[in-house]
Protein backbone atom coordinates (compact mmCIF):
# COMPACT_ATOMS: atom_id res chain seq x y z
CA UNK A 1 0.00 0.00 0.00
CA UNK A 2 2.52 2.20 0.65
CA UNK A 3 4.44 1.60 -2.70
CA UNK A 4 1.12 2.35 -4.26
CA UNK A 5 0.71 5.45 -2.13
CA UNK A 6 4.43 6.64 -2.81
CA UNK A 7 3.54 6.33 -7.53
CA UNK A 8 0.32 8.64 -6.43
CA UNK A 9 2.08 10.94 -4.89
CA UNK A 10 5.26 11.26 -7.79
CA UNK A 11 3.08 11.06 -10.61
CA UNK A 12 0.37 13.53 -9.33
CA UNK A 13 3.23 16.21 -8.10
CA UNK A 14 5.26 15.39 -11.39
CA UNK A 15 2.41 16.17 -13.62
CA UNK A 16 1.48 19.12 -10.89
CA UNK A 17 4.92 20.53 -11.62
CA UNK A 18 4.72 19.97 -15.17
CA UNK A 19 1.79 22.15 -15.11
CA UNK A 20 2.54 24.86 -13.03
CA UNK A 21 6.17 25.46 -13.89
CA UNK A 22 6.20 24.80 -17.84
CA UNK A 23 3.04 23.97 -19.40
CA UNK A 24 1.43 26.71 -18.14
CA UNK A 25 4.30 29.02 -19.83
CA UNK A 26 3.33 27.79 -23.73
CA UNK A 27 0.13 30.15 -23.27
CA UNK A 28 2.28 33.06 -23.23
CA UNK A 29 4.42 31.68 -25.99
CA UNK A 30 1.70 31.48 -28.15
CA UNK A 31 0.56 34.94 -27.27
CA UNK A 32 3.71 36.33 -28.21
CA UNK A 33 3.78 34.35 -31.37
CA UNK A 34 0.43 35.61 -32.36
CA UNK A 35 1.07 39.09 -31.30
CA UNK A 36 4.42 38.94 -33.14
CA UNK A 37 2.87 37.86 -36.24
CA UNK A 38 0.03 40.54 -35.99
CA UNK A 39 2.72 43.23 -35.90
CA UNK A 40 5.02 42.06 -38.52
CA UNK A 41 1.96 42.12 -40.55
CA UNK A 42 0.10 44.86 -40.03
CA UNK A 43 2.07 47.49 -38.59
CA UNK A 44 5.41 46.25 -40.45
CA UNK A 45 4.39 45.02 -43.71
CA UNK A 46 6.47 41.95 -43.31
CA UNK A 47 4.39 38.88 -42.91
CA UNK A 48 6.34 35.79 -41.72
CA UNK A 49 5.96 32.48 -43.34
CA UNK A 50 6.18 30.62 -39.67
CA UNK A 51 3.26 32.57 -37.74
CA UNK A 52 1.19 29.59 -38.91
CA UNK A 53 3.09 26.84 -38.04
CA UNK A 54 4.60 28.50 -34.56
CA UNK A 55 0.44 28.91 -33.78
CA UNK A 56 -0.52 25.07 -34.55
CA UNK A 57 2.51 23.58 -32.46
CA UNK A 58 2.46 26.02 -29.50
CA UNK A 59 -1.32 25.04 -29.19
CA UNK A 60 -1.49 21.56 -29.22
CA UNK A 61 1.69 21.28 -27.36
CA UNK A 62 -0.21 23.49 -24.59
CA UNK A 63 -3.60 21.13 -24.97
CA UNK A 64 -1.33 17.65 -25.69
CA UNK A 65 0.44 18.10 -22.68
CA UNK A 66 -1.82 20.26 -20.45
CA UNK A 67 -4.06 16.67 -20.34
CA UNK A 68 -2.18 14.86 -17.35
CA UNK A 69 -2.27 18.37 -15.14
CA UNK A 70 -6.31 18.68 -15.87
CA UNK A 71 -6.35 14.47 -15.25
CA UNK A 72 -4.70 15.04 -11.50
CA UNK A 73 -6.55 17.77 -10.61
CA UNK A 74 -9.98 16.39 -11.71
CA UNK A 75 -10.42 18.83 -14.81
CA UNK A 76 -11.76 16.76 -17.50
CA UNK A 77 -15.37 16.82 -18.10
CA UNK A 78 -17.35 14.29 -16.45
CA UNK A 79 -20.93 14.04 -16.33
CA UNK A 80 -21.82 12.87 -12.32
CA UNK A 81 -25.75 12.96 -12.42
CA UNK A 82 -26.19 9.55 -10.45
CA UNK A 83 -22.38 8.97 -9.92
CA UNK A 84 -22.69 11.48 -7.14
CA UNK A 85 -25.47 9.90 -5.17
CA UNK A 86 -23.80 6.26 -4.54
CA UNK A 87 -21.76 5.51 -1.89
CA UNK A 88 -18.19 6.08 -1.49
CA UNK A 89 -17.04 2.76 -2.01
CA UNK A 90 -19.83 2.25 -4.96
CA UNK A 91 -18.07 5.41 -6.89
CA UNK A 92 -14.52 3.72 -6.42
CA UNK A 93 -15.60 -0.19 -7.75
CA UNK A 94 -17.12 2.56 -10.80
CA UNK A 95 -14.36 4.26 -11.42
CA UNK A 96 -11.82 1.08 -11.11
CA UNK A 97 -14.26 -0.74 -14.00
CA UNK A 98 -14.15 2.26 -16.35
CA UNK A 99 -10.18 2.85 -15.68
CA UNK A 100 -10.36 -1.03 -16.40
CA UNK A 101 -12.10 -1.20 -19.85
CA UNK A 102 -12.47 2.28 -21.20
CA UNK A 103 -9.23 3.98 -19.97
CA UNK A 104 -5.97 1.76 -20.02
CA UNK A 105 -6.86 0.30 -23.33
CA UNK A 106 -7.47 3.32 -25.02
CA UNK A 107 -4.15 4.75 -23.90
CA UNK A 108 -2.13 1.94 -24.23
CA UNK A 109 -2.97 2.05 -27.54
CA UNK A 110 -2.82 5.62 -27.86
CA UNK A 111 0.53 6.03 -26.56
CA UNK A 112 1.78 3.35 -28.88
CA UNK A 113 0.44 4.16 -32.09
CA UNK A 114 1.86 7.90 -30.79
CA UNK A 115 5.11 6.76 -30.78
CA UNK A 116 5.08 5.33 -34.17
CA UNK A 117 2.98 7.99 -35.40
CA UNK A 118 6.32 10.38 -34.67
CA UNK A 119 8.86 7.50 -35.11
CA UNK A 120 7.63 7.43 -38.64
CA UNK A 121 7.42 11.42 -39.28
CA UNK A 122 11.38 11.69 -37.93
CA UNK A 123 12.64 9.01 -40.35
CA UNK A 124 10.74 10.22 -43.00
CA UNK A 125 11.12 13.72 -42.74
CA UNK A 126 7.67 14.80 -42.54
CA UNK A 127 7.30 18.55 -42.98
CA UNK A 128 3.99 20.84 -42.04
CA UNK A 129 1.42 20.85 -45.10
CA UNK A 130 -0.15 23.92 -43.49
CA UNK A 131 2.54 27.02 -43.81
CA UNK A 132 5.17 28.08 -45.93
CA UNK A 133 7.74 27.58 -43.57
CA UNK A 134 7.51 23.94 -43.67
CA UNK A 135 9.05 22.93 -40.30
CA UNK A 136 9.64 19.36 -39.55
CA UNK A 137 6.68 17.97 -37.59
CA UNK A 138 8.34 15.42 -35.63
CA UNK A 139 8.83 17.27 -32.37
CA UNK A 140 5.47 17.87 -32.04
CA UNK A 141 4.50 14.55 -32.69
CA UNK A 142 6.92 13.07 -29.86
CA UNK A 143 5.11 15.66 -27.66
CA UNK A 144 1.80 13.83 -28.44
CA UNK A 145 3.47 10.69 -27.33
CA UNK A 146 4.96 12.39 -24.25
CA UNK A 147 1.37 13.42 -23.72
CA UNK A 148 0.00 9.94 -23.88
CA UNK A 149 2.54 8.53 -21.69
CA UNK A 150 1.67 11.03 -18.59
CA UNK A 151 -1.86 10.94 -19.14
CA UNK A 152 -1.48 6.75 -18.75
CA UNK A 153 0.87 6.94 -16.01
CA UNK A 154 -1.41 9.66 -14.41
CA UNK A 155 -4.67 7.58 -15.47
CA UNK A 156 -2.09 4.50 -13.40
CA UNK A 157 -2.11 7.10 -10.55
CA UNK A 158 -6.12 8.09 -10.58
CA UNK A 159 -7.02 4.15 -10.80
CA UNK A 160 -4.61 3.59 -7.55
CA UNK A 161 -6.68 6.20 -5.96
CA UNK A 162 -9.84 4.45 -6.70
CA UNK A 163 -8.42 1.34 -5.44
CA UNK A 164 -7.50 2.39 -2.54
CA UNK A 165 -10.92 3.96 -1.13
CA UNK A 166 -12.53 0.65 -2.57
CA UNK A 167 -10.13 -1.46 -0.07
CA UNK A 168 -10.42 0.79 2.66
CA UNK A 169 -14.72 0.82 2.40
CA UNK A 170 -14.22 4.51 1.35
CA UNK A 171 -12.91 5.42 5.28
CA UNK A 172 -9.65 7.13 3.45
CA UNK A 173 -9.87 10.05 1.00
CA UNK A 174 -7.71 9.80 -2.29
CA UNK A 175 -3.93 11.00 -1.73
CA UNK A 176 -4.02 13.70 -4.63
CA UNK A 177 -7.28 15.40 -3.15
Known amino acids: MRFLKAYIKFITKF ?62 VSVDLLYNRFPVRVRAFISIMGYLILFFPAFYFLSEYTFYFALTSYTTGETSPYGLWKPAV ?34 ECPPSS
Open 138 to 171: WPIKFVLFISMVLLLLQGIAKFFEHLIVFLKGGA
Open 15 to 76: NDAAGRYFICWLIYALIAVMVTVVAMRYFFHRPVAWGLDMNWMIYAAFVFLGGAYALAHDGH
